[in-house]
């Protein structure tokens, strides 16, 4: 007989995806749903593809064309052909437009919200699968339509919660280097774009960092090598110079524009992208959009290789510490940008489209990182406390009457006693307990303990001698008025006053 001890998996989840429960699930729920209600407003359709295109639909994102696994997840289907696990939310909205675009609306304004999977390292606030949300206008190519997605962005932003002064987009647009390169002799597309990922960095390592990622490569803090752009020293130098021509944040959106062109060396690509920028800025001002919320930053590349004109990026302001309290900076909450090249890859002509996306996931997480969840807290349900099993008829009653009424309630189905039962309703955030012992069902009564009142004692209001009398901890109540009972607990204010 074998003595072999089985073989039991580790519980454990992959790095970079994160379970998510309870209120962090419902406060990215509640994100989509204000972001969306946001993007209908504003006259953009919902629009849901399936989670996996093939991979030749995502192929900016593939080195390696044999085995398309790199900064994707891929597999191989019964037909040979590769197919991946989309990347973003704006290829297959390239994908959908390609094929059909003779019965659109054009322009055609879409908005998406859905889960999207990077193969790539994880870190703080950053997943292998996260939840994004879209607004895309495709088939104009007026700054106009530009300046409308970087105008809702801030109106997204606004409806998460965040202020001018806590969230900031930075506008740019990438044919300003296009002509940096151009002027330096820069004709490789691959030393270009790895160029641009260096100035992408540019706020996290400073000008020393990017300066060797322009040069041969950079070692990072945990031992990777990055090859760098190989870069002629002149070229550098104009760079380093066209950044810190724009370094100064007080700068306006006009005189932003105006240093940059003092900077010179941008060519014909440059020049053009300064008219760009100046008619999106002029479409800002008319749409009342502040010079806080909207800054023009020259140093905003964006990362992917897709765009082709002006580029924006949503940045956190506010102060944020991880689990352990120490200070972690998230920066990036959403961005995107002008990308007039996707759609030809399908159908062989351009069509201009731009886009805004929100990192849903990410902006919840650092909307947690800095203190802000507490404000809408999820509360759990109403919880009926269990004695008897002979008494169970008058639990589901009372149970059933609270959601009748359209108050979140359960029955509590656990063995446990009434104190491990409290602490459940506790841990659960239930705003009330339901108490039915003998004596109450006896006397036609219900004992209902407001837990909402006992947190809010216990967050230091203790000496507020009005408010406890106004909402004492516990009452007992005639049976009938247990809805009304609870819906003031439920409804109530929670803070005292």
């Known amino acids: 007989m074998s003595t072999d001890t ?12 994160a379970d998510r429960r309870g209120a962090d699930l419902i406060a990215e729920r509640r994100l ?8 209908e407003r504003w006259g953009f359709e919902p629009l849901e593809t399936g989670a996996f295109e093939y991979a030749d639909a995502l192929g900016k994102f593939l080195p390696d064309a044999d085995r398309p696994n790199e900064g994707v997840f891929a597999l191989q289907d019964d037909d040979d052909q ?61 700054p106009e339509a530009d300046a409308e997605i970087i105008a809702m962005a801030c109106e997204g932003l606004s409806a998460a919660g965040l202020g001018a002064d806590q969230a900031v987009v930075r506008v740019s647009n990438r044919k300003l280097f296009d002509g940096l390169f151009d002027a330096g002799g820069v004709t490789d597309p691959r030393q270009r774009l790895t160029a641009l990922r260096a100035i992408d960095k540019f706020d996290r390592l400073g000008w020393e960092g990017v300066s060797a990622l322009l040069g041969e490569g ?17 070229v550098a130098a104009t760079i380093e110079a066209f950044l810190a021509s ?21 060519g014909a690509a440059g020049e053009a992208a300064l008219e760009e920028l100046a008619a999106i800025d002029r479409a800002l001002t008319a749409m009342k959009v502040g010079e806080d919320s909207v800054r023009f930053d020259p140093t905003i590349v ?64 650092a909307l947690k990182a800095a203190g802000r969840g507490a404000a809408e807290s999820v509360r759990g349900p109403v919880v009926v406390i269990v004695f008897s099993d002979a008494d169970m008829q008058h639990y589901l ?11 979140a309630a359960e029955l509590y189905l656990g063995r446990a006693g009434m104190k491990a039962q409290m602490k459940y309703a506790d841990r659960r955030g239930a705003p009330a307990a339901v108490i039915l012992g003998g004596d109450e069902i006896a006397a036609g009564q219900v004992t209902v303990k407001d837990l909402d009142a006992g947190r809010i004692l216990a967050a230091g209001v203790s000496d507020n001698e009005a408010w406890k ?11 009938g008025d247990l809805v009304a009972t609870v819906r003031a607990i439920v409804e109530g204010a929670h803070t005292a006053s």
């Open 6 to 17: 089985p073989t039991r998996p580790e519980a454990r989840n992959p790095r970079g995806f």
């Open 32 to 39: 989509v749903a204000r972001v969306s209600e946001v993007y």
């Open 82 to 142: 590769w197919m991946a696990l989309r990347y973003d939310l704006t290829a297959p909205l390239a994908r959908f437009a390609a094929q059909g675009w003779e019965t659109l609306p054009k322009p055609f304004r879409r908005y998406a919200f859905g889960p999207v999977w990077r193969n790539e390292k994880p870190g703080p606030g950053r997943f292998r699968e996260f939840v994004q949300c879209d607004a895309d206008t495709v088939g104009s190519d007026r």
């Open 218 to 234: 950079r070692l990072d803090e945990s031992g990777d090598y990055t090859k760098g752009a190989d870069l002629p020293l002149g």
């Open 246 to 266: 724009a370094g100064d944040a007080a700068l306006s959106r006009a005189a932003t524009l105006e240093a940059v062109a003092r900077a010179g060396g941008l």
């Open 302 to 365: 964006r990362g992917l290789e897709y765009y082709t004109g002006a580029v924006f990026e949503a940045e956190l302001l506010l102060d944020t510490t991880d689990d352990k309290g120490r200070a972690v900076r998230f920066g990036s909450i959403g961005g995107g940008g002008r990308y007039d090249d996707l759609v030809a890859r399908f159908t062989g002509e351009r069509l201009p489209a731009t886009g805004f996306s929100f990192g849903v996931s990410r902006l919840a997480s």
């Open 397 to 407: 009653d009372a149970v059933s009457e609270l959601r009748n009424a359209g108050i």
């Open 469 to 479: 009398s106004e909402r004492p901890g516990q009452r007992v109540v005639a049976r």
